[in-house]
């Protein structure tokens, strides 16, 4: 849940839909997230995937399976991606201002 006064949403549930190839998150607002997995990856905003533009850059990355997902405090989701990429830390406000739906504005790419 989103701390006291705390204006921005965090995830209650992140669920990986395999065979959909795609992470699932649902917020304490009740909005519902569905994340592609190359659309994820593709925005992994480590340094070695963003290097230190001050601009954030899409990768157009395919074919990327995720292995895991672990909580890092109370901010942030670590993914770890097949290829053994795993030091992209996103956090929930990046994931939130991700967010591929339609109300939300569509994949940002």
Known sequence: MSSPGS???????ARHEKSAR??????????VSPFPLDYLRSWCPCATCQGHAP?????DLTDQELVSVEGV????LALNWADGHNTGIYSFRLLRQLCPCDPCGGEKH
Request: glycine share 8%; aromatic share 12%.
């Open 7 to 13: 204006s921005h949403p965090e995830p209650v549930e």
């Open 22 to 31: 795609r992470l699932v998150l649902t917020w304490d607002d009740g909005h």
């Open 55 to 59: 601009e954030a850059k899409y990768l």
């Open 73 to 76: 405090g109370n901010y942030a």
